[in-house]
């Protein structure tokens, strides 16, 4: 199918909220990143946010999680957060302060995987939200994004290295 050509915007409820990441839902929605909220559009166009419980943070990466909720990444309070198709959302702080969480994704093993910007890990959480970091090879990496490759392991960038990292499942 060809595309017909024609766009259509929405606008957020505040106009300047930022929307960053867009991924589909569990509940058939859109659901999106924006300044201290977490955005749901219906394919007609009706938006709902839903506020973040930190008033002034950025929320970056977000993704369909194996639990049935979707999981999003809050950069500058680090902290991990959790929404469900219902909007209620629970945050897990890093285990290392200041850490800059960015990019999130499902791994094969089930589990949340997401850059650690600042403090050069790639952090684990689970869907009952326990988080446990593991650091990179190299100091000051900046690992940036991270995605499940063909290959069933997760592969990351690493800014501050110029290099490319995985995780090997199998």
């Known amino acids: 199918m060809t595309p017909s050509g024609t766009i259509t915007q929405f606008l957020t409820s505040s106009g300047n909220s930022f929307p960053n990441f867009i991924v589909t839902g569990p509940d058939g929605n859109l659901w999106f990143t924006e300044a201290s909220k977490i955005g749901r559009i219906t394919l007609s166009g009706a938006i709902t946010e839903f506020a973040t419980s930190s008033v002034n943070s950025y929320s970056n990466s977000i993704t369909t999680g194996p639990d049935g909720n979707l999981w999003f990444t809050?950069?500058?309070?680090?902290?991990?957060?959790?929404?469900?198709?219902?909007?209620?959302?629970?945050?897990?702080?890093?285990?290392?302060?200041?850490?800059?969480?960015?990019?999130?994704?499902?791994?094969?093993?089930?589990?949340?995987?997401?850059?650690?910007?600042?403090?050069?890990?790639?952090?684990?959480?689970?869907?009952?939200?326990?988080?446990?970091?593991?650091?990179?090879?190299?100091?000051?990496?900046?690992?940036?994004?991270?995605?499940?490759?063909?290959?069933?392991?997760?592969?990351?960038?690493e800014t501050g290295t110029g290099k490319i990292g995985t995780i090997v499942f199998h």
């Not at 680090?78 to 469900?84: A, E, F, P, V």
């Not at 499902?106 to 988080?131: A, C, H, Q, Y």
């Not at 190299?138 to 392991?153: E, M, Q």
Request: aromatic share 10%.
């Open 74 to 157: 809050e950069s500058d309070v680090s902290k991990i957060g959790r929404i469900t198709p219902s909007g209620t959302i629970t945050e897990f702080a890093t285990p290392s302060a200041n850490s800059y969480p960015y990019s999130i994704v499902t791994g094969p093993d089930g589990n949340l995987w997401f850059t650690e910007n600042v403090v050069s890990k790639i952090g684990r959480v689970t869907p009952s939200g326990t988080i446990t970091e593991f650091a990179t090879p190299s100091a000051n990496s900046s690992p940036n994004f991270i995605t499940t490759g063909p290959d069933g392991n997760l592969w990351f960038t």
